[in-house]
């Protein structure tokens, strides 16, 4: 099951924070953020392990709520170098780690001046 | 630390050809991905090695597409015959132990 993902773009100012959400309708074992930009691959942004942990580096981090199924990520003082198309993997587990990751439809996130 | 190296990068072919993309992912990485990924969605999982072996290849159309990981190392996709829906970009992805994939460049397939 596809999760699905909120908002499905979203424009900045530089400076400005953003929310992505990511939902699933089944138990998650662990959800991973990735970043693509245009024409190019996605981009490993981090993992989170079913245990409600939150985690972050620089100015982006997430959380994960498993009892929500849901995961959060959240850029804070946004620069021009995170604009690009935002997409959440989960991990459907249920018990364990598959490696097997379903992701969302993304969200495009762009920054301006 | 040398990434994930695929190609082609970009291949147009008629529909009813054939045609196949190769990956070679980072050393040690045991799990190796495709993703098919259509123009404005996320990308799709095909087919999941781990080593040699085929983990899940559920969503892996198998009348037309066929994956193989000769060895546990690099690995081949193959189409065909190729159907004009099946113009995306073809992603290979590896991974360590479960943590997060490293993603090639892709090839940009274009069926005419």
């Known amino acids: 099951q596809q999760p699905v993902q909120s908002p499905q773009a979203v424009i900045l100012r530089e400076g400005e924070d953003a929310v992505i959400n990511c939902s699933s309708s089944?138990?998650?074992?662990?959800v991973h953020w990735y970043r693509q930009k245009h024409g190019e691959a996605p981009v490993f942004l981090m993992i989170l392990l079913k245990g409600g942990e939150q985690k972050g580096h620089d100015k982006i981090s997430a959380s994960f709520n498993e009892k929500k199924q849901q995961s959060s990520l959240y850029l804070t003082a946004s620069q021009l170098s995170y604009s690009g198309t935002y997409f959440c993997?989960?991990?459907?587990?249920?018990?364990?780690?598959?490696?097997?990751?379903?992701f969302g439809q993304g969200t495009t996130l762009q920054v301006k001046p | 630390e040398a990434g994930v190296a695929q190609s082609p990068r970009y291949k147009i072919i008629e529909k009813r050809q054939s045609v196949a993309f190769w990956c070679n992912p980072i050393?040690?990485?045991?799990?190796l991905y495709w993703y098919q990924q259509i123009l404005g969605q996320g990308p799709k999982l095909l087919i999941q090695f781990q080593n040699n072996g085929v983990v899940d290849d559920s969503q892996l159309p198998k009348d037309r597409f066929s994956a193989e990981r000769l060895k546990g190392v690099d690995s081949t996709l193959k189409i065909q015959p190729a159907k004009l829906e099946d113009s995306a970009v073809y992603l290979c992805?590896?991974?360590?132990?479960?943590?997060?994939?490293?993603f090639g460049s892709g090839t940009r397939l274009t069926v005419v």
């Open positions: 050393s040690g990485h045991a799990t």
């Open positions: 992805a590896s991974s360590f132990q479960g943590a997060g994939y490293t």
């Open positions: 993997g989960t991990d459907p587990g249920p018990s364990s780690n598959t490696g097997k990751l379903i």
């Open positions: 089944k138990a998650l074992y662990s």
